[in-house]
């Protein structure tokens, strides 16, 4: 398995501001995730982000709105742009191994309040 | 695509009960399948998953998980649930055809498991 951290763990913004989501991971993988979990809801997925790569995004997901870096294969981060209340969510990462079975493993997230 | 249906919302229980939390899913190809729980205020952990072989596979604190291919389901189950299994419990699945362990992990929108005393 893989420990995964992100910073902050929360935070309380207001609309209009950025705030940028980090990811680390204590081993080297290939493959990171970035999810959001609206209130009330299940996970999401917002893209996948590979090393050396531009992040693939999911519909409905653009990179003007959340840009994502990957500088090595042990951090990512994700911004969140422009910020509304709609905005307000859990951010998870999650990492793939690479193993045969396609499980991932995730961090703790990052409750964002968007006011 | 792929879909996952969770039809519980909610699930509460007493405590030694036995409780099954139940899942559906759709997909045009063969997926693998898990189980994640996540307890209040933390990340999403993996409780069991589904890849090959055996359809009965089971988690390390009692739970198990049975697939049914004709039914396209995989019911989570546990004959005695104490307290301490109070959590949200996600549904996913992923397509075999999306890359194995590189494709996306579709969720259901999860079952809320409240074991009273």
């Known amino acids: 398995s893989a420990v995964i951290s992100q910073k902050p763990s929360r935070d309380i913004c207001q609309r209009g501001t950025s705030l940028t989501i980090q990811c680390q991971v204590d081993?080297?993988?290939?493959?990171m995730f970035w999810y959001r979990q609206q209130p009330g809801q299940s996970l999401t997925l917002i893209a996948t982000?590979?090393?050396?790569?531009?992040?693939?995004?999911e519909s409905g997901f653009v990179i003007d709105k959340f840009p994502i870096s990957r500088p090595n294969l042990t951090f990512s981060t994700l911004t969140v742009s422009n910020m509304s209340p709609e905005d307000s969510s859990i951010y998870l990462c999650s990492v793939s191994p690479g193993e045969a079975g396609g499980e991932q493993f995730f961090g703790p997230g990052t409750r964002l309040t968007v006011l | 695509a792929q879909s996952v249906t969770q039809l519980d919302s909610q699930v509460p229980v007493f405590e030694e009960a036995p409780v099954e939390l139940r899942c559906n899913y759709s997909s045009s190809v063969s997926v693998y399948l898990f189980w994640y729980v996540q307890y209040p205020n933390q990340g999403l952990q993996l409780l069991l998953k589904y890849l090959s072989g055996s359809t009965l596979v089971e988690s390390i604190n009692g739970f198990e998980a049975e697939f049914n291919k004709s039914q396209t389901s995989f019911h989570l189950r546990k004959p005695s649930v104490h307290i301490s299994d109070t959590a949200e419990y996600f549904c996913?699945?992923?397509?075999w055809g999306y890359g194995g362990s590189q494709g996306n992990l579709i969720f259901g929108k999860g079952t809320k498991l409240s074991v009273k005393p």
């Open positions: 081993s080297q993988v290939t493959m």
């Open positions: 982000a590979n090393q050396g790569s531009e992040a693939t995004y």
């Open positions: 996913a699945v992923t397509p």
